[in-house]
């Protein structure tokens, strides 16, 4: 799916993102979230981060430092939907491991505990799966976020339910288009 | 203020750090992020200590003294964590110092001895396998080797203020980047080296041409002529186990000549020729109402950043080629005429202080010698070659003396090939900031007011400061120059220039501090007391030369007598003289870089 990375956020909505936050503390931070927030697979691309840098008159590299440096950013395309496994120490004692394991195999995705590769995106660009070190919801473990949601004491068969409810509304969506 | 170190009295300056304190008191405390001048990370734990009364141990370089403080640095506490600090350090570090650019030279490896480490205790954490990044034509980084001490990044921003590189990542995946990892060869980068200069292991050095150098001295038919630039004499010798700054101009030759090289000239004698039509260019400018201030074009460093940075004012820099590319279109035009030479058969082998001089050596419009040739010898474009074939840092030639076992102390000293060996105290000097400018000087005096100076020793313009600034009597007319130092000092300048107030007429920009003898291709270490011994040896130089002006070095006249005719003339233009480009970096990335 080459065609993806050509979804960069136009230069006009960078530059009203960028009149609110000018001279402001934080403003580098502030855009690339609200840049990121506005691009169709919320991630910043090259091109995106190269324009906010010049805008902003600060320097590329700084730029991709603090991108590079916060989770929170994607430099890759990303699913529609977003499931984010807690790993932090509680959810692992609670078998978070597990339910990444359960993710992955379940949406086809392999992925390699020595892989260093923060997030796995589906072929299809509907899932992508992240970790994060600690929701701060350790009574609730295991915690998985999914869209923004947080799901708590999470077991497989929840997961497979949650997996399932969303890909059922897409498919729901895809009839709905094919009929109209 | 009284403070005890290791149970001594010690009478200290107030505001300075424990670091400052011990290294005053002759007490060592070892460290390595810390580089002074340049950078104060507090990111290694090497340079801690212990405190009574401290909670933790403190890091020596970032704090300061305070009344009646009692500092242990050799306590047992401090001597372990310092030593656990280096093996964490080392559990990433890759173990193939044998075969190292910087075995024997590296701080790394200096810091596990000096600590007792005699064993790796801890594993690697760090899971990815970087690749080398080989896309400059002047430096290589080996992320594999890099400890994260940041000195490459606070010297490229802080110092040059140039910001090619800078830490990404995090955590584990911490590792210093270009803008999207894109490589040094595609980012703006000067190239000046600065960055291996300070690095304290392997991970930035020069992109080296050893090989290449070394294959064309054995191939038969080969004219392989070697030039030398002016800082190379004072740094080689430190490289080879001499004091710092050195002054080994013959011993130099004479090692050079034992290489193989058919002639051993000097970068010196195109120096020469630089200020000639440089003095020339600045009255005609003057005389003219061209562009002004003009400011000097011999520091490729500084020609990229301004054609990266500043490419509205590219007017202002002067159109003369630096000494090493006239050197080369020189060699393979005049001298080859002068000896019947096939200009094919000649092969410029330069050595310089510098790694951004190997990208000015491969810019596409420095073949100067080819067009001047193409149509007298009918050559084609596969036959097309360039000015200057390599160019050699001077730890590269250090490494060439070695490998041919030249006992560097103990050759004699040689004199320089003619006719291109010849030169004048005025381009020694071209080694050290100031240098040009006082040159040039030398020779506009002469040539605006027909008369000679009192004295030609313009001391205004010397010393190391960043910036320095003179008023220059011209017999009247009053000449307002400016040198500037480090890339950062020189943006300064052009700010001034942008916002119309340059008050100055001529200036002299070079990107190393120091200047070349301060270089990115110089010896490690090279710091300011290793600098200021190498512009004493430089002055010194000048001061011994018989000749002191570059209009008056013979060799030079009868150039223009036999070839060029007159300075800023036709043939000049085409040999002498190039252009420069707008290197804007809209993108961040710049495609197609490397020509």
Redesign the interface.
Known sequence: METRTKDTVSGNIIDEIIARHRGKPGMLLTTLEEVQEQNQFKYLP??T??EI??KLKI???????VA????YFNLKPQGKHAIVVCRGTACHTKGSKALLDDIAANLGIHRDD???DSSYTTPDNLFTIRTVACFGQCAQSPVVEVDGVIHSNVNSRKLQTMLHRVRGEETKKEISYATV | MKVKINNQLVEVAEGITIMEACRLAGIHVPSLCYLKDVSQNASCGVCVVEVKGARSLLRSCITGVTEGMEIMTNSPRAMETRKVNVELLLANHPQDCLICDRNGNCELQLLTFTLGINERRFVRTRREQYTKDESSLSLVRDPEKCILCGRCVAVCSDVQNVKAIDFSGRGLKTRIATFLDAGLGHVACTNCGQCALVCPTGAITEKSCVAEVRALLQQPGKVVLVQTAPAVRVGIGEAMGMPYGSLVTGQMVAGLRRLGFTKVFDTNFAADLTIVEEANELLRRIQTGGTLPMITSCSPGWVKFIEHFYPEQLGHLSTCKSPQQMFGAVAKTYYAEKTGIDPRDIVVVSVMPCTAKKYEARRPEMDGAYLYWKERLNLTEEERFYDVDYALTTRELARMFREAGIEFTRLPEEAFDNPLGESTGAAVIFGTTGGVMEAALRTAYELYTGKKPDTIDFNAVRGLRGIREADIDLNGTILKVAVANTLKNAGLLLDQIKKGTSPYTFIEVMTCPGGCLGGGGQPIPTNEEIRERRAASIYQEDAHKMIRKSHENPEIKRIYEDFLQEPLGERSHHLLHTHYQERGFETGIILGENP
């Open positions: 090259g091109e981060l190269a840098a010049g320097p590329y590299t700084q730029v991709y430092s590079t440096f916060y989770s020595n892989d260093t």
